[in-house]
């Protein structure tokens, strides 16, 4: 991993999983513990509290990512996958080691490049919003300004 400004993190993989919603690390959302962030956002997406234990239930995160693509998704969902996703991403990056190595990423731009054509939170053949990247870098800019 590069901490020089101009050098893109480009897709979180190898040396940059740990910035992957499917690591593993502990995340709450409304008094319930999940496995991973991406547990939890697809808990999310829906207030059925059946669902919502399936999902903490659920091995892997391709497992539940999978499961989140069958669901009917809540009213409000578009309004408020955002924010959501940045409250779990703030609570997974507030535990070390994620806050250690976020922050080691110094400048770069964080972009979640992907083949499985996600263009809302990544992006896929040069195409998409980016939001995951978006939000990792908000954050990472958070940690820093209260780190100095």
């Known amino acids: ?28 959302l409304d008094g319930m513990e999940f496995p991973s962030v991406e547990h939890a956002y697809v808990a999310a997406k829906t207030h059925d509290l059946s669902l919502r234990i399936k999902a903490t239930e659920t091995l892997t995160a391709g497992a539940v990512k999978r499961l989140g693509r069958k669901m009917v998704l809540r009213d409000d969902w578009e309004e408020v996958k955002v924010d959501i996703m ?27 490049s992907n083949t499985w054509n996600d263009t809302f939170w990544g992006v896929c053949n040069g195409k998409g919003k980016n939001q995951l990247g978006i939000l990792l870098m908000e954050i990472r800019s958070y940690l820093q300004e209260i780190k100095s």
């Open 1 to 28: 991993m590069s901490t020089h400004p101009n050098f893109p993190i480009l897709g979180f993989h190898n040396e940059n999983s740990f910035m992957s919603n499917f690591t593993n690390v502990s995340v709450w």
């Open 86 to 112: 940045r409250d779990l991403l703030i609570q997974k990056f507030s535990q070390q080691p994620f806050r250690r190595l976020l922050l080691a990423t110094g400048d770069s731009y964080l972009e979640e």
